[in-house]
């Protein structure tokens, strides 16, 4: 796993861990990636608006629906992905309870070289009740999805 160097703002508890950048939209799963990411709710991650730039020390992160339309957005973001910037994690957010198609699990495969690695959130039914990302994390399957997913990320 690669690291990145940490801002003295970080280091002293500023600024955010994670750049999240949405790939093809905003919704729930995103909100409660985000979240997952930042559970104290205290800024550690937070969804970067278009055309804003990564943060210094920060470790961008691409949210995407594991379907083949998502994968193909992701594909479409990195080729854009300057070589000066931090490779990014990819968070794939499962959209139902089965593997990823074939051509799903063909294209993470290509993909794969250019990511810092490929974290996967399973699909979580409480996120089809919920109002919120906050409501969402008082589900025990996604408390511990979250676990799961900030312990591959920072490699623990």
């Known amino acids: 796993m690669t690291t990145y160097p940490v801002s ?27 979240r997952m990411l930042d559970p104290d709710d205290r800024g550690g991650a937070r969804i970067l608006p278009p055309g804003e730039q990564i943060p210094y020390g920060t470790s961008p992160i691409l949210i995407a629906e594991s379907t083949v339309y998502g994968l193909v957005c992701v594909e479409h973001m990195l080729r854009g992905w300057h070589a000066s910037l931090p490779r990014p994690w990819l968070v794939l957010v499962s959209d139902a309870p089965a593997a990823p198609v074939t051509a799903a699990r063909y294209r993470m495969r290509a993909l794969g070289s250019r990511l810092a690695g490929i974290a996967r959130i399973p699909y979580l039914p409480s996120l089809r009740t919920v109002e919120s ?12 999805a979250a676990v799961r997913l900030r312990s591959e990320i920072e490699g623990k």
């Open 8 to 34: 003295a703002g970080q280091a002293a508890g500023f600024g955010p861990k994670y750049a999240v950048i949405p790939v093809h939209g905003f919704g729930i799963a995103v909100a409660t990636a985000v």
């Open 133 to 144: 990302a906050d409501e969402a994390l008082k589900y025990k399957d996604v408390q511990a």
